[in-house]
Nanobody, 123 residues
């Protein structure tokens, strides 16, 4: 079992930045693809970004491309999401995810979820 704990969410003004962290425990994540999803009120959970086990490949959704960067430190068993130029439409609960497969693009790819961290961007 892998336990995932997100941190770093909060309230920020539009144009600001936040860095989310996802700390894993219970098992090393070095063999897992990792990713971020988000869910805004009244909307379905959507893919944000993923990174393969080695960190050599990343993929981000078009809606955040050029603004968000995903990374990982397997030595610290931690994944990150650097979010810049934040917009009010980025407001959501952000979820960390892990998968034993090669990538995470849809909900069904995910084996483990974190509890989520709230990000609120004010205009």
């Amino acid at each position: 079992q892998v336990q995932l704990l997100e941190s770093g969410g909060g309230l920020v003004q539009a144009g600001g930045s936040l860095r989310l962290s996802c700390a894993a425990s219970g098992r090393t994540i070095s063999s897992y693809a990792m990713g971020w999803f988000r869910q805004a009120p009244g909307r379905e959970r959507e893919f944000v970004a993923d990174i393969n086990a080695s960190g050599g490949r990343t993929y981000v959704a078009d809606s955040v491309k050029g603004r968000f960067t995903i990374s990982r430190d397997n030595g610290k068993n931690t994944m990150y999401l650097e979010m810049n130029s934040l917009k009010p439409e980025d407001t959501a609960v952000y979820y960390c995810a892990a998968a034993s497969g090669f990538y995470i693009h849809v909900l069904s790819d995910v084996d483990y979820w974190g509890q989520g961290t709230q990000v609120t961007v004010s205009s």
